[in-house]
């Protein structure tokens, strides 16, 4: 499918650069884009300014609306989905300046997070079309601080390696609605209930119950994203919840959001 880029400081098609080893591009893409495996040899902030993606890598899965910003080191394959005709600021930071710059190393590896309305801000007018050095390099620097002190994103889903865990996290994932019970799935993939168990806590750092909840709710996220004829009750129906207030509790709980909130600001 055609990537439509859209213009940065009165250029279109390229990326424009800051001059300090850091490069910014602003991207639409329309709701059903796939960007199949791939790496850079740069390390890139990717922005949701606009709409909802889903960010895949080994590692697992990331929903990422509106508030999430995603941290992709350099050569780390990953793939997205647009689930929502989005509207992407990235910024690319070179080997160079990240070996100079970097003072963390949670930069070392990918990671989402909840974006501050300081650092909106900041990304935003980072592309707003002014050139002055000064200016872009404090924002820069501004944007890396407000990174780093960031919430953690809930709407990650780790994805286990031990195969049997992982043949069990396939099929919750393929029909997250479903109620999955432990001891099916486990007798499904050759394995007790109790190692299953033992499996997903040790290999996702998250019990199965909570697990599911998180695929559940990705579900939901991406049903309220590609779908803006859909209820709130209706996706809390399909997902099994007994109420929407259940619903709303468990939404909040991994999102941070109810998903009225989720849906006004997306």
């Known amino acids: 499918m055609n990537i439509v880029e859209k213009p940065i400081a009165m250029v279109a098609g390229r990326r424009i650069s800051t001059g300090d080893g850091i490069h910014l591009l ?3 893409y329309p709701r059903g884009t796939r960007l199949d495996p791939h790496m850079h040899r740069e390390a ?6 606009r709409g909802t993606m889903q960010v895949t890598t080994p590692k697992g899965r990331w929903l990422v609306p509106p508030d999430r910003a995603v941290w992709v080191p350099p050569g780390l394959a990953h793939s997205i989905d647009v689930l929502a005709d989005i509207e ?3 910024l690319y930071f070179d080997l160079a300046w990240l070996k100079r710059e970097q003072q963390s190393p949670d930069l070392t590896h990918e990671f989402v997070v909840r974006v501050s309305r300081l650092l909106h801000e900041t990304i935003l007018a980072l592309f707003d ?11 820069i620097r501004l944007a890396m601080l407000e990174l780093h002190q960031a919430e953690d994103s809930t709407t990650f889903i780790p994805l286990p390696q031990e195969p049997r865990c992982r043949r069990a ?13 432990i001891e099916t799935l486990a007798r499904q993939v050759g394995t007790s209930a109790r190692t299953l168990s033992r499996l997903f806590a ?3 750092q998250l019990s199965f119950k909570s697990w599911c909840q998180r695929a559940r709710i990705a579900a939901a996220i991406e049903r309220l994203s590609t779908d803006t004829n ?7 129906g399909e997902l ?9 509790h468990a939404f909040r709980q991994v999102t941070g959001r109810t998903p009225t909130e989720f849906v006004q600001k997306d």
């Not at 079309?129 to 924002?139: C, E, K, V």
């Open 129 to 139: 079309g002014r050139n002055d050095a000064d200016r872009t390099t404090l924002l």
């Open 44 to 49: 890139q902030l990717v922005y949701a300014a």
């Open 169 to 181: 996290a396939s099929i919750v994932l393929e029909d997250p609605t479903a109620l999955h019970e």
């Open 230 to 236: 859909v209820s709130i009750k209706q996706v809390a």
């Open 240 to 248: 099994g919840y007994a109420s929407l207030p259940a619903f709303s």
């Open 202 to 204: 040790s290999e996702t």
């Open 88 to 90: 992407i600021r990235t």
């Open 26 to 28: 602003a991207n639409e």
